[in-house]
């Protein structure tokens, strides 16, 4: 219920106006603020909800019939508060989407989408369970307060002398700098894998491989030897250098609100790596249960060890 009442400010027009408002008040018009600024014209004020009773009766035409004069109104304009109900009603398209564009920043600004890794990459992995213990996920809201844990962790590996983990945009800004004293990390002991799935590639620089192409792998299972044979049967211990590229199949029932949650809860649960790719994906929901979908990700996975 509105406690004031809102008025359009009108203009009428005509041979002796005044006589104009007589037919006005007949009709039960409340008349305000009635001021003639010419000889033939008046304004004045009426309730919004008279404006079409006063148009009605002297619709906004110019016209003359067998030498009788007719009245004209015309709407100037909205009085006191109306006239800034108007002025937002005609601009509330404009003011509804610089509303809609400040909250989708503030949303997706909080979220994020990636890392990014500053100064090395060699401890990618290190880094990506580091965040994920300290509650930084990606496409997931950014969690403030435990970049300064996750650095300790990452400063106690070897060769680190510098870290830094901090949001810019909508990525996470890994920096790692190794000192420059640093010697490079050898791995020794067997090759392992780290997914399953279907052996697409592998090459042994060091090393005898113990899988071949095309062949079923199973997580843990041994992909290069850290020994080989010598021309004269000798079994010689080596520090494995190989490379492997791994076709694996992520298929899970997921409950989650939407297709885009499903997802996201997949593929931190695949956890890939930045060498890593995706080749498909499939998202259904599933028709018998609310708010459960099967999701189906294929991936090629990369994995290595001292390359």
């Known amino acids: 219920m509105l406690f004031f009442t809102l008025k359009d400010r009108l203009k009428i027009e ?109 401890y990618a992995r290190e880094a990506q369970i580091a965040l994920q213990q300290g509650g930084i996920r990606t496409f997931a809201p950014y969690k403030k307060g435990g970049e300064d844990m996750i650095c300790a962790q990452l400063l106690t590996l070897n060769d680190v002398e510098y870290c830094s983990v901090k949001k810019q945009g909508l990525w996470i800004r890994v920096e790692m700098r190794l000192s420059s004293f640093s010697k490079p990390v050898v791995e020794q002991g067997k090759m392992k894998a780290k997914h399953e799935g279907e052996l697409l590639s592998l090459t042994a620089l060091k090393g005898t491989p113990l899988k071949k192409i095309g062949e079923k792998v199973g997580l843990g299972e041994t992909l290069v030897d850290d020994s080989f044979t010598t021309i004269g049967g000798e079994q010689v211990r080596v520090e494995p250098i190989a490379r492997a590229s791994i076709a694996c199949v992520y298929e899970a029932e997921i409950a989650a609100e939407d297709e885009r949650q499903a997802f996201a809860i997949a593929y931190l649960a695949i956890d890939l790596s930045q060498n890593d790719k995706i080749t498909k994906i499939t998202l259904e929901k599933i028709e018998t249960k609310e708010n459960l979908f099967h999701v189906k990700i294929e991936y090629t996975a990369i994995e290595s060890v001292n390359l």
Do not use: H, W
């Open 14 to 122: 005509g041979v002796m106006p005044q006589r104009a408002l007589l037919r006005l008040r007949r009709a039960g018009i409340v008349l305000y603020d009635v001021k003639k600024t010419a000889k033939n014209q008046i304004l004045l004020s009426v309730d919004k909800k008279d404006t079409e009773k006063v148009f009605a009766i002297y619709p906004n035409i110019c016209y003359n019939k067998d030498g009788q004069s007719a009245y004209t109104a015309q709407k100037i304009g909205a009085v006191g508060i109306g006239k800034y109900l108007e002025f937002f009603k005609k601009r509330l398209g404009l003011l509804l989407g610089g509303l809609l564009f400040c909250i989708t920043v503030l949303f997706f600004d909080s979220f994020t989408f990636g890392i990014t890794f500053v100064g090395t990459d060699v």
